[in-house]
Structures are given as C-alpha cells and as structure tokens.
C-alpha cells in the first residue's frame, strides 16, 4: 500500500479560473482505496467545492498531479476497468451517435485514455483510422497488438487528426487549459474533440452532492458543468446528450428499488445510484476556425 500525502490545493476553479468558489462538503471514499490498480491510503480529508461562475465542481485535497499520473503509469489498467466491448459497455444514445453519423467513416481517430482499446475496436467497424494515447504501459502493449496504433505520452503525438475523443477521462485532469490546447492543436481545421463525462448539475448529482458517487474516486478531480463548455474558447458547442455512464446505470428499477431509493433521499443517504436520471454528458465541441 501507497501513502499518499493528498495535499494538492488551488485558489481558484480549475476550468474557468474563477475566484468565487466554495466548498460544499467532505468527500466519504470507499475504506479500500485505488487508484488505478494501485492500492493507496490518503493522510487529509478530501473535499468537494463548487464554483460559482461556471457551476462546476472540482476536488480539493487531491492527489497531486505528479502522483496521480505515476500512479497511472504503474498500474494495469485492464484489471482496473471494464474491458468489455464499447457497445456493450456504452448506452444507446452514445453508440447511436457514432453509428447514424456516417461522415466519421475512412475519418482519423486519436482516443485518449483508451485504456485497452474498446472505442477504438468500435471505430474500426466503420473503417475509421485508429490511434489511442495510453499512458499505462501495459495497455499500450494490449493496443499494438490489436492493430492501433499507439502513444503513451502526449509528447510522442505528432500527427493531426478528424476527430479526438475522451472517455470517461475529463474528470482526470488537472491541467485542463493545457490538454484543451493539446486537443486544439492535433484538431484538424473544423475537427472534432467528443467526450463523455459525468454532469455536477443533474437532478442526481445535486439531489446527492457530495455523497455523488461520481465523486467518490481519488482520481476523479474537476466535474464539468454544461455552462463552462459553453463558455469556452476556440471551440463551440455543437451538441450535448445527456445520458448515464454506462447501460448499467441506466437499468429500470422495480417498485420496491423506488421504495428504497426514496427512503435514502429522506435520510440524505442518496448517492446517485440508482441513477434518478441522466447523470451524464456527451459533449461534442467543434474546432473553430481562426
């Protein structure tokens, strides 16, 4: 087991930079804490603030960014996440998406985070030009054999690209200015940057707060909201889906589930799951153009 010196304060919101921010309570992880496969103990109390600008949500007392990727770096990624197919994994409006948009075949795809490759193995059924950025070394070597090709650190990418996805990899970040440059800067002119992360102002994130699950992961930092990706510069918003983090979050509930479901909200024991709902965002942003 790590100990981790969990320490990593800032003075502002990590998205918009804004001042105005607040905390809204201690985080609660889970007694047996990873991140990635790494088993970690923490010395301070995490937190959960919010920003008043932007409506987002971010974590303080993190891990710091050095640590964090370290950690990444070590770990098995594979053992640690779901590596079952994306279509299996994913609900139907994200693979609809892909699937009735037919000007993403023959395209050049960078995912980011892509773990073992499950979107990239999807992308490959409409003939679209796979390139994962993985930072576990035990992933990357998973992916080559698949046939993607593959980088491990965002030094090594060198090409441009149609489209560049991320997900479930937002919420990661710390440099979130840096990777939106990074993104920017690989995007062809026009290109697209499509992510999947969680959204802090669904009815069960703020039903919840910082009892939201979604929250409850030590590498989980910054929790986007749909205003700042409005807010943002040098890309626009072209669509955003609300949806869940997978087809498991979105399952149908029988009467009793409710029954209990309702008496954890009374007693504020609610942490978002089940899923009330869409507690998720599919963001796809547009490259503008200089």
């Given at each position: 087991m790590k100990i981790i010196e969990n320490n990593y304060r800032i003075e502002h919101c990590p998205l918009c930079s804004s001042k105005t921010i607040y905390k809204t309570g201690?985080?609660?992880?889970?007694?047996?804490?990873?991140?990635?496969?790494?088993?970690?103990?923490?010395?301070?109390?995490p937190e959960l603030w919010e920003c008043k600008l932007c409506q987002s949500?971010?974590?303080?007392?993190?891990?710091?960014?050095?640590i964090a990727e370290e950690l990444y770096s070590i770990g098995?990624?594979?053992?640690?996440?779901?590596?079952?197919s994306f279509e299996t994994d994913k609900t139907d409006a994200v693979i609809n998406y892909f699937k009735?948009?037919?000007?993403?075949?023959?395209?050049?795809?960078?995912d980011v985070g892509c773990n073992t490759g499950e979107f990239l193995d999807f992308a490959s059924s409409f003939q679209m030009q796979t390139y994962g950025l993985e930072i576990c070394k035990e992933s990357c070597t998973i992916l080559k054999q698949k046939g993607h090709i593959a980088f491990q650190?965002?030094?090594?990418?060198?090409?441009?690209?149609?489209?560049v996805t991320a997900f479930d990899v937002f919420e990661h970040l710390y440099d979130v200015k840096g990777f939106l440059s990074f993104v920017s800067n690989i995007l062809k002119p026009s290109?697209?940057?499509?992510?999947?992360?969680?959204?802090?102002?669904?009815?069960?994130?703020?039903l919840s707060r910082e009892r939201w699950w979604y929250c409850n992961y030590p590498e989980h930092v910054i929790y986007p909201s749909k205003k700042y990706f409005h807010q943002l510069t040098g890309f626009f918003v072209k669509q955003i889906i609300l949806t869940y983090a997978s087809k498991t979050h979105q399952s149908k509930r029988d009467s009793m589930e409710w029954i209990s479901l309702i008496r954890q909200i009374l007693k504020k024991q609610y942490n978002g799951l089940p899923a009330i709902s869409s507690d998720h965002q599919l963001v796809i942003l547009q490259?503008?153009?200089a």
């Open positions: 201690d985080l609660k992880y889970a007694n047996e804490l990873y991140l990635s496969t790494i088993r970690i103990q923490l010395t301070q109390q949500s971010f974590t303080q007392n993190a891990i710091p960014p050095q098995e990624g594979s053992k640690r996440w779901a590596n079952q009735k948009n037919k000007s993403f075949r023959n395209k050049k795809l960078l650190s965002f030094r090594d990418v060198n090409e441009t690209f149609d489209i290109g697209l940057f499509i992510l999947l992360t969680g959204n802090p102002n669904s009815f069960a994130a703020k490259k503008n153009i």
